[in-house]
């Protein structure tokens, strides 16, 4: 059975406003009011999700704020803190502003922003004894500890967990296989909504449904960390009456049915006020129609196209049900579904091939934007999983980790430029056609 998280970070506290590092302290910072605001916008957000089970920081910032969220829904759970969702502690940084660190600590801070599982630092131990630890690697641990002990009595049900920036990327990016080194390559937003789908226990296969959600606080997507970031703007194309039915389309040329137009007419006036310098889609119709429904209101915008975009070939299964696939080809289409980096397609592509020229595709696109610019990707599914895996550092074998639904926005900043390391700010965001959870076409893929 499928175990569904939902993932909170606490709202704005008074540190979060001071760009002080919080770190484990506790009476320090506080929720504002604003924060508290934004606790009782996820709570409405939430409504109609059934909780079992709520797990908090023990961290007034994040306990307050999992009391809030809690309070607007019906029958829900008292949560429960636990020790091992405290934020990462960084006991030398506590208290210091961000400026203050990086004036303090230049190393160890390009360690902490580019190279987080390297960064070293002191602490007591129980006997009083200063020891060495590293911060992201006892953060990780927690993490698994906390999967390891809750998933395993959780299983077919919907828990919330209300965590911390650094926490909650580790609960995460853990749940999925990656360790310290991944540190930066999620964002959490203060009162985000991340889900995530467990289909077993820890260390079975995990979907990221949904990553930094914060559309609900009336930020339709994440504000630029940095005003010089190259960002990108991923978008699948709107549903096709194959993905209705569930037929496989791969490169066969199928354009949006009528509810697949009003995805992308969602999609374009969800983003219409996101400012947007380029356009690039696959060249096949159902991402073209989807990038020029989002256009329409940014008219001064070219969009080009590039095939190296282009869906995966399913080869012979292309135009066919499941049902019709595992009569004509036993066991493959099991295979693609628990091994996809080892099938070949029929007269078709593996996943290797698509892989290659996807990370190609995506490349062009990145070293061609400008700094501080904003460049809109509208492709397919199988394309955009394999450029999330590539973006996360996770190998090709992990390709049914990202979920991504029809006219879904997922949001990419290169903070440091095109060649370093990008940060996914936001993954798989549907609340523009229909809620938190992502309630589009699930398709054939």
């Not at 590092?21 to 009476?27: E, F, I, K, R, S």
């Not at 504000?223 to 096709?240: C, M």
């Not at 690039?280 to 975009?309: F, G, N, W, Y």
Request: hydrophobic letters at 40%; proline letters at 4%.
């Amino acid at each position: 059975m499928t175990t569904r998280v939902i993932i909170v970070r606490h709202g704005e506290s008074t540190y979060n406003v001071q760009r002080r590092v919080q770190g484990h302290l506790d009476d320090q910072s506080v929720l504002t009011d604003k924060g508290i605001a934004m606790a009782t916008q996820v709570g409405a957000a939430l409504k109609g999700i059934q909780f079992d089970a709520a797990y908090s920081s023990p961290l007034k910032r994040a306990f307050q704020t999992a009391e809030q969220i809690l309070a607007q829904l019906e029958n829900a759970p008292t949560p429960t803190a636990n020790d091992h969702i405290k934020e990462i502690n960084l006991p030398q940084w506590e208290g210091l502003t961000f400026d203050e660190v990086e004036q303090q600590y230049p190393e160890a801070y390009q360690n902490w922003r580019r190279n987080p599982a390297l960064l070293k630092m002191q602490r007591t131990d129980a006997s009083g004894n200063t020891v060495d630890f590293s911060p992201t690697h006892d953060l990780f641990d927690r993490a698994k500890a906390f999967w390891e002990a809750v998933i395993p009595e959780s299983d077919g049900k919907t828990i919330l967990i209300v965590g911390h920036s650094g926490i909650n990327r580790a609960l995460i990016t853990s749940a999925i296989g990656l360790g310290p080194e991944s540190y930066q390559r999620i964002d959490q937003s203060n009162c985000c909504i991340s889900v995530l789908n467990f289909q077993g226990g820890f260390g079975d296969n995990v979907q990221l449904e949904s990553i930094n959600v914060t559309s609900h606080l009336g930020e339709a997507i994440p504000s630029k960390r940095n005003d010089q970031a190259v960002r990108l703007l991923l978008v699948r194309h709107g549903e096709t009456q194959w993905n209705r039915e569930g037929r496989f389309q791969g490169q066969i040329d199928i354009p949006l049915n009528e509810n697949g137009k009003v995805q992308g007419a969602q999609a374009g006036e969800f983003l219409k006020d996101v400012t947007i310098d380029a356009a690039v889609s696959s060249s096949m119709s159902r991402p073209k129609e989807t990038a020029e429904l989002i256009l329409q209101h940014h008219p001064q915008v070219v969009l080009e196209t590039t095939d190296q975009l282009w869906e995966i070939s399913h080869g012979l299964w292309e135009g066919k049900l499941e049902s019709e696939i595992n009569a004509d080809y036993p066991g493959l289409l099991k295979e693609w579904q628990t091994k996809p980096e080892v099938v070949q397609m029929p007269e078709g592509e593996n996943l290797d091939d698509v892989w290659q020229r996807a990370v190609k595709g995506w490349d062009a696109i990145a070293q061609a934007a400008k700094p501080g610019t904003t460049t809109l990707v509208v492709a397919h599914d199988a394309i955009n999983k394999a450029i999330l895996c590539y973006l996360a550092g996770l190998p090709a074998s992990s390709f049914w980790n990202f979920k991504q639904g029809n006219g879904a926005v997922s949001v990419i900043d290169y903070n440091y430029g095109a060649d370093a390391a990008p940060m996914i700010r936001a993954a798989n965001i549907t609340t523009h056609l229909g809620g938190v959870l992502d309630k589009t076409a699930a398709g054939a893929l």
